[in-house]
């Protein structure tokens, strides 16, 4: 699977941004789909995660309440709507997919950058205050 991450951009502190992950090749419902971002001279964190078949989302702290994720499986697209964005989110953006997770996992596993297998080149988001 190749992932293509795409819809970042420079935006003001309070706006909106939606970014897109398109999943090329074969996508099977266990699948784990995450999004991931990188701020210069941090290390990568997570955002939030969605099962490929839509019933478990996770979310970091920090976003919970303004990003959502979600996943158009006719599209193998999944998408990260941000809102009241502010200058915290100020970082490179990644998708990654976990193509075999465990079948019995806890709400951490979501989290954890070493779980997931597949990353996307990185999209940059830039908030502006």
């Known amino acids: 699977v190749q992932l293509q991450a795409s819809g970042g951009g420079l935006v003001q502190a309070g706006g909106s941004l939606r970014l897109s992950c398109a999943a090329s090749g074969r996508t099977f419902r266990r699948y784990i789909l995450g999004w991931f971002r990188q701020a210069p001279g941090k290390e990568r964190e997570f955002v939030a995660a969605?099962?490929?078949?839509?019933?478990?989302?996770h979310y970091a702290d920090s976003v919970k309440g303004r990003f959502t994720i979600s996943r158009d499986s006719a599209k193998n697209t999944v998408y990260l709507q941000m809102n009241s964005l502010n200058s915290d989110d100020t970082a490179v953006y990644y998708c990654?997919?976990?193509?075999?997770?465990?079948?019995?996992?806890?709400?951490?596993?979501?989290?954890?950058?070493?779980?997931?297998?597949?990353w996307g080149q990185g999209t940059q988001v830039t908030v502006s205050s």
């Open positions: 969605t099962t490929w078949s839509g019933t478990s989302t």
């Open positions: 990654a997919v976990d193509r075999d997770p465990p079948y019995y996992i806890g709400d951490r596993y979501f989290s954890q950058v070493a779980n997931y297998d597949h």
